[in-house]
């Protein structure tokens, strides 16, 4: 590499030659070279127009700043639906959560763990109630409104309810999951770090930190079933991070990879505002001969499955139905608002995300209509007037456990989780390298949704990505080097060269690529000398960027106080 490419604070001073160009254009390379000789003082000297004129592809330049002596820290958002049905499905949550903190704490040493229910109210802006309605769990404006919930699990127990599973579960006399309800965080949220963790029971005993933190997720988490049956996760998830809650403030920090995790058995109903009349749970028979009747003729708990969606078959029928796709008039808010609001506040990058609920119709119809997943109304007691008829229940639901021992349920509804659309299709808007789905009938695997939402949740605090895009299929194209942590924007006195082709492509392979993946050890120890790799991952990391890492000769350690400044190519 010519010694005027190596020195330079700029990357575009890889346009000396064409081998270190890689495929960037350039009208004249001896006239871009020399411009880019003047913005040796930092990029903030250098015009972007004048280098797209002069250098030709190259269109800007981003700069990233790693701390690669650490992960990120990660706030982590649980979405739990809390309305009937739910206290079984909770329980299971909440006895599988110690192996997810046993596992997260041993990669993460700083993170947040916030919990919001799925219950958003129902009323119109500036109605009070629904005139004769008796629906009370529903009949509010706001709901919990995304707002972070911190009361141990016993608080939310009427007097009347001591002996439901929900009562039983939370402080019974077998094994109750907050027999303590001082296990609480002093704030909204459980925030642990290398200090510890801000909960402080009454009586700690000789409990580890986990084990303080995992006996304070299992207060708060479980929230119950007393919440609306409207259920809508997404605007709760919304709401939860959106800023608008001076409750939540603190929750989500600027520098932190975000992991979200839903965990329902409906498919969401978050209505837009304008059209919650569509929520008043008025209801009549209004029969079968028209297939597509008003919303007044179904009942609130089906009303968005029947008047959001659109079968080959009518939806106020009896049966099994098929070819279901989202109607295009549907009241409901789209996915995709919730989609872009998350990538609103994080890069693709920087977010993990996991849903626990049945499988979709979506699945189920490209199966061949074969599985998990289906959509079948049944009605009442024989009766199938139009405000009776709602989705089938133990076999005739998406998903079922029979639970013969009633291990997981007393009810004589079952174990069950009904038939869903749009939740997969919000989660699947995003890289494949972003979420999981899990069914949530498959009560066995819990665990392992957990282990792998712990694990991809510390592969992504971990992994380093540009912030912008770069050309298709190409290396990136940078400046790095190594600069005092209080001036992260200055110039670094020596710039690194670009590691081996093999040290690199080790780095791009790695689903955590980092200096102690041992794959990267063992490509990269060959290096003479310090160097850092820009590169498009191959295993779906960075979607759209490239990762970015930093080798020291002989994996020696990351110097204090230090930290990578890059200085990269956008994309035109």
């Known amino acids: ?3 005027l490419c190596r020195i330079a604070p700029l990357l575009f001073l890889v346009g000396c030659s064409d081998s270190v160009w890689r495929g960037y254009t350039s009208p004249d390379p001896i006239v871009c070279s020399q411009y880019l000789q003047r913005c040796r003082a930092g990029a903030s000297y250098c015009s972007a127009d004048t280098m797209r004129m002069l250098c030709g592809s190259v269109s800007g330049v981003s700069e990233d700043i790693y701390d690669f002596r650490s992960p990120d820290p990660v706030d982590i958002l649980f979405v739990i639906d809390n309305s009937t049905s739910m206290s079984p499905k909770q329980k299971a949550l909440a006895q599988a959560i110690p192996t997810f903190i046993s596992r ?23 109605q009070t109630n629904f005139p004769g309605s008796t629906e009370n769990r529903c009949n509010t404006a706001r709901g919990d409104d995304g707002i972070l919930q911190n009361l141990p699990c016993s608080f939310r127990i009427p007097v009347s309810d001591q002996n439901t599973e929900f009562a039983l579960a939370c402080k019974g006399a077998v094994n109750p999951l907050c027999p303590d309800p001082s296990f609480v965080p002093r704030d909204r949220w459980i925030a642990r770090n290398n200090v510890g963790v801000n909960v402080t029971p009454i009586n700690p005993g000789a409990l580890t930190t986990d084990e303080i933190t995992q006996r304070a997720f299992q207060c708060i988490g479980f929230v119950g079933d007393y919440g609306c049956g409207v259920e809508a996760p997404l605007e709760a998830m919304k709401r939860a991070l959106d800023g608008h809650a001076l409750e ?112 979709s119709i979506l699945d189920h119809q490209a199966n061949g209509y074969v599985g998990d997943g ?9 009766d199938y007037s139009s405000n009776v008829l709602n989705r089938g229940q133990k076999t005739k639901a998406a998903c079922y456990d029979p639970d013969p021992m009633m291990r997981l349920t007393t009810s004589p509804a079952g174990f069950f989780g009904q038939a869903q659309l749009r939740l997969s299709s919000f989660i699947r808007q995003f ?21 792998g939402f712990a694990e991809n949740t510390n592969a992504v605090s971990r992994t380093k990505c540009l912030s912008n895009p770069i050309p298709d299929g190409k290396d990136a194209v940078c400046a790095v080097g190594f600069v005092d942590v209080n001036q992260p924007n200055a110039v670094p006195d020596i710039f690194l060269p670009t590691c081996s082709a093999a040290c690199c492509n080790a780095w791009a392979s ?10 990267i050890i063992a490509a990269c120890m060959p290096q003479p000398e310090d160097c850092y790799c820009a590169v ?28 990578a400044n890059f200085r990269c190519a956008t994309k035109p």
Not at 435 to 440: A, C, G, L, S
Request: proline share 7%; net charge neutral.
């Open 1 to 3: 590499m010519p010694a």
């Open 104 to 126: 997260l704490s041993l990669y993460i040493k700083d993170y947040h763990i916030g919990i919001v229910t799925s219950d958003v109210g129902t009323l119109p802006v500036g």
């Open 248 to 359: 939540n403030k603190g929750f989500l920090r600027d520098n932190s990879t975000l992991a979200v995790i839903l965990l329902t058995d409906e498919d969401d109903c978050s209505a837009q505002l304008e059209k919650r009349p569509y929520l008043n749970p008025r209801h009549k028979d209004c029969g079968s001969l028209d297939p597509d009747p008003d919303y007044e003729c179904f009942n609130l708990d089906y009303r968005c499955i029947s008047k959001s969606l659109i079968c080959n078959e009518p939806l106020n029928t009896p049966g099994k139905k098929t070819g279901c796709r989202e109607r295009a008039d549907s009241f409901l808010e789209s996915t995709q608002k919730y989609a872009n609001f998350l990538l609103s506040i994080r890069p693709a990058n920087k977010l993990v995300l996991a849903g626990a609920w049945a499988p």
């Open 374 to 382: 289906q959509l079948e109304i049944d009605g009442a007691a024989g």
């Open 431 to 451: 890289p494949t390298s972003v979420f999981t789905e899990q069914n949530i009938c498959d009560v066995a695997n819990y665990g392992k949704l957990f282990d």
């Open 510 to 519: 790695q689903r955590e690529p980092n200096a102690g993946n041992s794959t």
């Open 536 to 563: 498009p991952s191959m295993v779906g990391r960075c979607p759209g960027t490239a990762v970015a890492g930093v080798w020291r000769q002989g994996n020696r350690a990351y110097p204090a106080g230090k930290v």
